[in-house]
């Protein structure tokens, strides 16, 4: 069988999900991308591997910054909230009681529950 690295390219996909996709989806594909990075090592593709290791680093951005990460959720809510869409508001809501809403004009909210409560009161 093929392997995703022949002849030493690196998959057009790459920074497919880094953008856009879940945590998860992120991670299979920084899985992806090491099992790439180190098949071409192992083939001594080193240019091959560099490549790969920089797209990595592109990739795998969202997993180590965290300030990124909090605004790219803010940025999905917002998103939610611009197109009143209260069924993509709650599932972007962790679904666990440490959950919370702070908002200037509201008194502090915790939990799932009531805080898509919250939320959909607002659009």
């Given amino acids: ?59 795998s951005l969202p997993l180590v910054d965290d300030e990124l990460r909090v605004l790219q959720a803010n940025e999905r809510v917002y998103e939610a909230f611009r197109q009143k869409d209260a069924a993509r508001i709650d599932e972007l809501w962790a679904e666990a009681p440490y959950v919370q809403c702070i908002h200037p004009f509201e008194q502090p909210t915790f939990g799932h529950r009531d805080v898509c409560e919250l939320c959909r009161r607002w659009i």
């Fill in 1 to 59: 069988e093929g392997s995703p690295c022949q002849d030493g390219a690196a998959s057009a996909h790459m920074l497919s999900k880094a953008a856009t996709g879940t945590i998860e989806e992120v991670e299979a594909e920084v899985d992806d991308l090491q099992a790439q990075m180190y098949e071409l090592v192992e083939k001594e593709e080193f240019a091959a591997a560099a490549a790969v290791r920089d797209k990595l680093g592109e990739v």
